[in-house]
């Protein structure tokens, strides 16, 4: 397999070992459709590695079940099972997150992305995960919900070697600022555009 080269010189000090261990912060945001669908397949990516993956979905319902879902929880099954891979959480802010149900986050969304992120920072701060995949994270910024700048200072002092990746429009740019690598989808062209509906397969 070719190896990634950078055409960078670093003067940081670091061996080319100890940059490849370096954490990503990843933001996929930008109006085109796949921001979503490029994180998963880096999250397949973490759970071939061996690496705790951790899928929190901020906006979609609860009723609004992906096909990811079912794989990477199959893979977390295997992983139980067999020992191949890694472990996965997967966490849906519609319906309420699994370890809070003292309100309806149908009801209080706010309420439910400030909790989700109350928890992933209590995550973070124990290295819990290896991989954490903030799904429609860029909205409760967007919003107003979450306060950028402490989010965006959480995520660049995060300790050990996690990686984050962040998907939605909107991204602010404070964040695009202080991630590692950022994806803009540009549409080009989209069946929606001529009245095509949604897809199982391509689009869940």
């Not at 966490?91 to 149908?106: I, K, L, N, P, Q």
Request: charged letters at 20%; aromatic letters at 8%; a negative charge.
């Amino acid at each position: 397999m070719p190896q990634a080269r950078s055409g960078a010189t670093p003067d940081d000090g670091l061996s080319t070992r100890q940059r490849r261990l370096r954490p990503i912060l990843a933001v996929n945001t930008g109006e085109g459709k796949g921001k979503t669908t490029a994180a998963m397949g880096t999250a397949l990516r973490a759970w071939n590695q061996g690496w705790r993956v951790g899928v929190f979905q901020f906006v979609k319902s609860g009723r609004w079940h992906v096909g990811e879902q079912d794989a990477l929880q199959a893979l977390g099954k295997l992983h139980e099972e067999t020992g191949v891979g890694g472990p996965v959480v997967w966490e849906v802010m519609g319906t309420g997150w699994s370890w809070a149900r003292s309100f309806d986050a149908a009801e209080n969304p706010e309420a439910a992305a400030r909790e989700g992120w109350r928890h992933v920072c209590e995550l973070l701060a124990n290295q819990a995960m290896d991989f954490y995949l903030l799904d429609e994270f860029t909205y409760p910024l967007h919003w107003g919900w979450l306060d950028v700048e402490e989010v965006v200072d959480t995520l660049v002092n995060r300790p050990g070697t996690q990686h984050v990746v962040i998907t939605g429009r909107h991204a602010p740019a404070a964040l695009v600022e202080a991630a590692d690598l950022v994806t803009e989808m540009t549409k080009i062209t989209h069946p929606f555009d001529a009245g095509q509906r949604g897809q199982a397969g391509i689009e869940w």
